[in-house]
C-alpha cells in the first residue's frame, strides 16, 4: 500500500499564497503519477492537478490553472503544489495521491487542511 503524507495547509486570506507537500513514505516516487486533489464540506473530492512520472506532464483543472504549480522532486520522494492567489472556494482537504483521478485511489491519508478566509 503507497502510503503519503501531506503537509503545508493553514489559514491564508484571500489573494495568499501556500505550497503543500507530499511525501512518499517506504517506497520511491520516481514512476508514478501523482495527483493532488481536494474535498471541500459537503462536496465530493474531485482532482485539482497531476503530474507525470517519467515524462513530468501537468494537469490542472480549470478551476486552479494559472494559479497553482505542481513540481515534484523525486530526490527528496516529494511533490509540491504551489498555490498562488487563492480564493475562498478552493478551501478543502488536500491529499496526495499516485494517481490522477480519484476514482483510481484505494486508500487516503490524513490530508492537510487548507483554509482561505478573511
Known amino acids: 500500500q503507497l502510503q503519503f503524507v501531506e503537509s503545508g495547509g493553514g489559514l491564508v486570506q484571500p489573494g495568499g499564497t501556500l505550497s503543500l507537500s507530499c511525501a512518499a513514505s517506504?517506497?520511491?516516487?520516481?514512476?508514478?503519477?501523482i495527483g493532488w486533489f481536494r474535498q471541500a464540506p459537503g462536496k465530493e473530492r474531485e482532482g485539482v492537478s497531476c503530474?507525470?512520472?517519467?515524462?513530468?506532464?501537468?494537469y490542472y483543472a480549470d478551476s486552479v490553472k494559472g494559479r497553482f504549480t505542481i513540481s515534484r522532486d523525486n530526490a527528496k520522494n516529494t511533490v509540491y503544489l504551489q498555490m498562488n492567489s487563492l480564493k475562498p472556494e478552493d478551501t478543502g482537504v488536500y491529499y496526495c495521491?499516485?494517481?490522477?483521478?480519484?476514482?483510481?485511489?484505494?486508500?487516503w491519508g490524513q490530508g492537510t487542511q487548507v483554509t482561505v478566509s478573511s
Open positions: 495521491a499516485a494517481d490522477c483521478t480519484p476514482l483510481g485511489v484505494d486508500s
Open positions: 517506504g517506497f520511491s516516487l520516481d514512476y508514478f503519477a
Open positions: 503530474i507525470g512520472g517519467s515524462d513530468g506532464s501537468t
